[in-house]
């Protein structure tokens, strides 16, 4: 039985930060491609990082300007994202997801991920 769990979210003041943590078990984490994706509600899901299955190559919505970085741990089977200057629309349901490949092939799309978690709230205060 495949599961995945997100913890580390909160509630946090304006330039503040936070760091995800998304532990798995079941799967095949060491050859999967890892995503972060978040929703706020009235929005669709959108990508924020995916990293491949090895961590050599990280993608990034071009938007978050540096302030987030996705790691992973291969040996825990548990993937990271650690955000930086956080700021009021950041505000949203994070979701950690196992992409079906071990590249990050079209990375933003969600259906190209196979298990998703069932999110952790980040709620970010001015």
């Known amino acids: 039985q495949v599961q995945v769990v997100e913890s580390g979210g909160g509630l946090v003041q304006a330039g503040g930060s936070l760091r995800l943590s998304c532990s798995t078990s079941?799967?095949?984490?060491?050859?999967?491609?890892m995503g972060w994706f978040r929703q706020a509600p009235g929005n669709e899901r959108e990508g924020l990082a995916c990293i491949t299955y090895s961590a050599i190559i990280r993608f990034y919505d071009k938007s978050l300007k540096g302030r987030f970085t996705i790691s992973r741990d291969n040996a825990n089977k548990t993937l990271y994202l650690q955000m930086n200057s956080l700021k009021p629309e950041d505000t949203a349901m994070y979701y950690c997801?196992?992409?079906?490949?071990?590249?990050?092939?079209?990375?933003?799309?969600?259906?190209?991920?196979?298990?998703w978690g069932q999110g952790t709230q980040v709620t970010v205060s001015s």
């Open positions: 079941g799967l095949t984490f060491a050859d999967r491609a």
């Open positions: 997801a196992a992409h079906s490949a071990s590249l990050c092939d079209d990375w933003k799309r969600p259906t190209q991920y196979q298990y």
